[in-house]
């Protein structure tokens, strides 16, 4: 057990002795100084960090006019858009065929109106989350 231990050892300092001149030196920085002093905000060959990055909402692809969030949420409105005009179709055929039926007259109306409230509420989702976009 001592043997290995020891072979262990001696094959880890023998790989930290081949690593250790390709470590690079690190020079103290100061961490207040502006990093992008001397170059230009435009100049392609500057760090990028330096450079001029800023999206505007008509450019950010994530909120933007085009962007990934608008189209996921523009798509989810279109679902439940067409989830709740099939409901209230569906509710019309069951008021229809509910034959003077009390309790499928009830049922059908309920399933029409809350199809309603929640077309009302995807649309003021939307119109909700399309004016916060805009404003950002």
């Given amino acids: 057990m001592k043997n290995i231990f020891k072979r262990f050892i001696l094959v880890f300092l023998a790989t930290l002795a081949l690593c250790l001149p ?3 030196v690190l020079a103290a920085t100061d ?4 990093p992008c002093q001397g170059f230009s905000a435009n100049d392609p060959n500057s760090p990028t960090l330096c450079q001029n990055t800023s999206q505007t909402p008509a450019n950010n692809s994530i909120y933007g006019p085009n962007g990934i969030l608008t189209k996921v949420i523009s798509l989810l409105s279109i679902v ?5 005009v099939l409901m209230i179709i569906i509710g019309g055929l069951r008021y229809i065929m509910s034959s003077g039926d009390p309790a499928s007259i009830n049922s059908a109306k309920n399933t029409i109106l809350y199809a309603i409230i929640g077309l009302v509420i995807a649309v003021a989702a939307q119109s909700i989350i399309i004016f916060v976009i805009n404003r950002l």
């Fill in 80 to 84: 439940i858009g067409i989830a709740a």
């Fill in 31 to 34: 961490v207040l100084d502006d």
């Fill in 22 to 24: 390709a470590v690079p």
